[in-house]
């Protein structure tokens, strides 16, 4: 099956929204064999979407909608595609009931008139039920087996209905005999792409039949394995062989896969060896603890951070020396070690990490460029009233600092510290696991 996706609304035409809606279809639709063979985004006018909706019938009969589905004056989907089919515009009291239900059990009250427009439908379509908003999405299909399937524009609300409602449907209209395009993704940190080709060697550019593409973010170089062409069954068969393939090649550069979170497997191993973390941040000003708090039952290894700012923070609450300041200044390597162990101690924790650079786009000095930071941990026994659990040898201390210059604009930079802030972690927990080990 071959679909097109039309994104609906001028504020992506304008830029100030980025269209994330398309993206998230073309991956979902992929994994069920279905073909996203053209992508269009149009502006609210009835004739733009006539004219986008028109053409992607005539080239592939099945078209995907977001967006205007609302109940403002510029939501002109429904009601521009129901009089392309020839169809008229009718109240469903099933919707207008669940409009009414769901702003009560919000507390919002009645609703405004404006807001049951959203229970005006075309004739004859089926209702795809919201459960993540007021809008409903509809599936209108003529009597040649055209069809076109209408989500609200809201990301949540089209991800939470795709899934609801639309994938099961489509499922159904592919039936189980069908090949599919399926991706996992290997995530590595701290190694440039060209290092990763090379480590790969003969499966730089592909395993078999499967293709290999490498992407670069902040976060590090995701390696995604792509299948296709394949049953569902190969495809998972072929993808899980050849991801143990490149795993063997790179080694521990790898943290996880697909959607994996560097936090959340930093996290894992701190709870598997009962440690507990806090941090002191200046220059990430509490994205590194933000990072680590997003992710659910942190509390029982992260106990806190400081952001340590100014000057003073890091003298008074993480005791850094005054001389080391004026000689060596903020972003060095004395100055961070004495906030990893500061935080350490105040907190009581095993593993105290500080992050402290210059993101810029100002600060930087030829000795000390923009993207210069410094990142160390002290790691030591916590103190009383919590001990180590019986029977486990004691934690053997030790500090680590590196220097790290980190690339992109203020944002990038921060973002990447953190990030290799909790690499930093997980190799320290690699090293603690092999030191207890011969204990």
């Known amino acids: 099956m071959n ?28 994994t069920l064999g279905i073909a996203v063979t053209r992508r269009v985004t149009c502006g609210d006018s009835p004739d733009d979407i006539v004219a986008a909706v028109r053409e992607a019938l005539d080239r592939t009969g099945a078209v995907i909608t977001t967006g205007g589905l609302g109940p403002t004056s510029d939501d002109r989907t429904k009601a521009t595609i129901a009089e392309l089919f020839g169809r008229r515009m009718i109240v469903d009291t099933n919707v207008e009931a669940q409009i009414t239900e769901l702003w009560r059990t919000r507390g919002r009250g009645t609703p405004p008139e404006a807001v049951y427009q959203q229970a005006l439908v075309p004739e004859g379509a089926t209702v795809l ?33 795709y899934r609801d409602a639309l994938e099961p449907l489509l499922r ?23 290092i990763l080709a090379e480590q790969l060697g003969e499966h730089a550019s592909g395993i078999g039949d499967l293709s290999l593409a490498y992407l670069p973010n902040p976060d590090g170089v995701d390696l995604r394995l792509t299948a296709r062409g394949m049953t569902p069954e190969a495809a998972d068969r072929a993808l899980h062989d050849a991801a143990a393939i490149v795993r063997s090649h790179i080694g521990d550069v ?18 598997r060896e009962h440690l507990r973390l806090a941090v002191a941040e200046s220059c990430t000003g509490g994205l590194l603890g933000a990072r680590i708090t997003a992710i659910p039952g942190a509390s ?14 890091k003298r008074q609450l993480l005791g850094v020396l005054d001389s080391d300041l004026a000689e060596q ?32 786009p100002d600060g930087g000095t030829p000795e000390k460029p923009v993207g210069t930071v410094w990142i160390a941990l002290d790691v030591a026994e916590g103190r009383p009233p919590i001990p180590r659990p019986e029977g486990r040898p004691p934690i053997p201390p030790f500090q680590r600092a590196r220097l790290f210059r980190l690339i992109g604009d203020r944002g990038e930079i921060r973002h990447r510290a953190a990030q290799a802030a909790l690499e930093f972690v997980r190799q320290a927990v690699f090293y603690l696991q092999t030191q207890l080990q011969t204990q």
Not at 172 to 194: F, L, P, Q
Not at 254 to 271: F, H, Q, W
């Open 300 to 313: 029982d290894v992260f106990h806190g951070g400081l952001i340590a700012y100014d000057n003073r923070v």
């Open 254 to 271: 790898t943290y996880g896969e697909d959607d994996t979170d560097l936090a959340a497997v930093v996290l894992d191993l701190c709870r």
């Open 3 to 30: 679909v097109a996706v039309i994104t609906i609304g001028d504020e992506l035409l304008l830029g100030f929204t980025i269209d994330t809606n398309a993206a998230f279809l073309s991956r979902h639709l992929s």
């Open 329 to 360: 200044g903020a972003v060095s390597e004395p100055v961070a070690l004495q906030m990893a162990k500061g935080i350490r101690i105040r907190l009581g924790t095993e593993i105290g990490v500080a992050i402290t650079g210059i993101a810029g």
């Open 129 to 161: 039920q919201n459960h993540h908003g007021t809008a409903p999405g509809l599936w209108l299909e003529d009597d040649r087996g055209r069809w076109v399937a209408m989500l609200p524009g809201v990301p949540r609300e089209m991800r939470g209905l």
């Open 172 to 194: 159904d209209r592919v039936g189980d005999n069908h090949n599919v395009v399926r991706s996992k993704t290997i995530r590595t940190v701290g190694v440039a792409e060209s």
